[in-house]
């Protein structure tokens, strides 16, 4: 949702597979980000709370992140969005899995 042209708030819920089929983290976060828009082009920045459930064979943790949160994204033609965006992560407690960062990219249909 975005207010203003200049503030989104979003809700993402993702997982990241783990080196074996055994191993990964799901997490799922709720995100404030200033998005001015510039022409065709929305950087965007901000900071996310949320869950996290990481796995490793039968172990399992479920702890509290942060996120620090970089972007951008572009629209083409008002109908194509590429995005990339990278987050630094805080996890609590002591993680099962080491992860600290994720960059990601996609492309999506705006409407």
Do not use: C, H
Request: charged share 20%; proline share 5%; glycine share 14%.
């Amino acid at each position: 949702s975005t207010w203003f042209n200049v503030v989104t708030f979003e809700g993402e819920a993702a997982r990241i597979p783990g080196e074996t089929t055994d191993n990964g983290m799901s997490s799922f976060t709720a995100s404030a980000l200033l998005s001015p828009p510039v022409g065709a082009l929305t950087p965007y920045g901000g900071i996310g709370v949320g869950l996290f459930r990481q796995n490793v064979g039968s172990d399992s943790d479920i702890g509290r992140l942060r996120a620090w949160i970089l972007g951008a994204k572009v629209k083409l033609g008002g109908l194509i969005v590429l995005k990339a965006e990278y987050r630094r992560l805080e996890l609590s407690g002591t993680p099962l899995l080491e992860m600290d960062s994720r960059i990601s990219a996609g492309a999506g249909i705006a409407f």
